[in-house]
């Protein structure tokens, strides 16, 4: 077993500050109709509910029907988002997909959902970190908007994780689902005097040492196949704790903040022990960390998105809300998002 020190690489730079941030002003979801139930997988492979509630809290998850892609949920959730934010396809910038069950090879499955939502202009484009891709493809819009280069976006999580499951590996194949989440973005100026809104900072870390710990057997490049998952799962919980803590604090003092100044925390729902330990690490009240993983079990990129869709939708999240989304995934990779609601 592998010591866990922590993160060794820092990214310092928190947020290029240019006067513009980037707003949350929709969010969508969406999920496969078809649900599978603990009891379900228990027909399939050696496994029962008690085990599966009592060591990851999961006791469903969502399963895409054939012929139903990663892009037909993530058009679905893009399209959500862009109702909520009372604009349509035509007026974005940019669409940024994160996911590690793309349609194709090539291209890239946000051009797919470029076109679904009648995006004719802009940039669209996929980028790959697994569970911690949303975290990662929000820190690139965002950098996008600071910069001046678009001005509205959709950042995407989606994916079709029943693809790459071993469905006869009792180890893996209970802890994943499918599903997409989806969050619109526009710049805003800062106002003067004003505590700034909108994403505050975000904070990014790999490393590729630990590639073996999650990862499919197969590959375009190397086996002409997408392969099947495989983890060493109690590896991944040891260090899905500390990243997630230390990428949770990383944001938080970037900001001159601390956790008591919280309102949510929406981490990637791996485990539901993962979560609680990092609640606890955070000294955090349960109330304050959302939970979904128990309906929808690890849905990797999208977890984070659907959450917050979810709590948007309901009503726990406010303006003005300060809201952390810690992420950790294969890689390993990792990181941390803060926005002021
Ligand atoms: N049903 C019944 N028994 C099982 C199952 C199952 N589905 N899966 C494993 N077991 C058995 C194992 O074979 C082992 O048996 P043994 O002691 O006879 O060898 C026993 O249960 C205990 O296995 P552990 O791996 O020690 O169980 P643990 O408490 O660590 O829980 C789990 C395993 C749920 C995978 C946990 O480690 C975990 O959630 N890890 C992180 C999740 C993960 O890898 N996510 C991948 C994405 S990255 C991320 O999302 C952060």
Do not use: Y
């Amino acid at each position: 077993m592998t010591e866990v020190t922590g993160s060794e690489v820092r990214n310092p730079a928190a947020a290029v500050t240019t006067g513009w941030t980037a707003r949350v002003t929709g969010c969508g979801s969406a999920l496969p109709e078809r649900r599978m139930t603990n009891h379900e997988l228990a027909t399939m492979v050696d496994t029962s509910d008690e085990w599966i509630a009592q060591r990851t809290g999961i006791k469903e998850r969502r399963i895409a029907a054939d012929g139903e892609n990663t892009s037909d949920l993530a058009t679905r959730a893009a399209l959500a988002a862009l109702k909520q934010a009372g604009i349509s396809g035509a007026d974005v910038d940019l669409i940024v997909l994160a996911t590690c069950t793309p349609d194709r090879t090539m291209p890239a499955t946000a051009v797919r959902v470029q076109a679904a939502i009648g995006m004719t202009g802009g940039i669209a484009f996929d980028v790959q970190a697994v569970c911690s891709g949303f975290v990662f493809a929000l820190s690139v819009a965002d950098n996008m908007i600071r910069l001046g280069q678009v001005r509205t976006a959709v950042v995407i999580g989606a994916e079709t994780m029943s693809r790459i499951i071993d469905w006869t590996d009792r180890n893996s194949c209970v802890l994943f689902g499918d599903g997409a989440g989806a969050v619109v973005l526009r710049a805003e100026r800062q106002e003067a005097g004003q505590p700034p809104k909108g994403i505050l900072s975000t904070h990014l870390h790999s490393d590729g040492r630990h590639q073996d710990k999650i990862h499919t057997d197969g590959g375009t490049s190397s086996t002409q196949t997408a392969g099947k998952m495989h983890l060493e799962g109690r590896e991944v919980f040891l260090h899905a704790v500390v990243n997630l803590a230390e990428a949770s604090q990383e944001a938080l003092a970037a900001n001159g903040l601390t956790q008591a100044d919280l309102d949510w925390v929406i981490p990637h729902q791996a485990n539901q022990r993962i979560v609680q330990t990092l609640g606890d690490k955070l000294h955090l009240p349960k109330e304050k960390v959302v939970l979904t993983v128990d309906h929808h079990g690890n849905t990797s990129a999208a977890s984070i998105p659907l959450a917050l869709a979810e709590a948007v939708e309901d009503g726990r999240i406010k303006e003005n809300d300060l809201v952390l989304m810690p992420a950790m995934g294969s890689g390993f990779t990792w990181g941390a998002a803060l926005i002021r609601w």
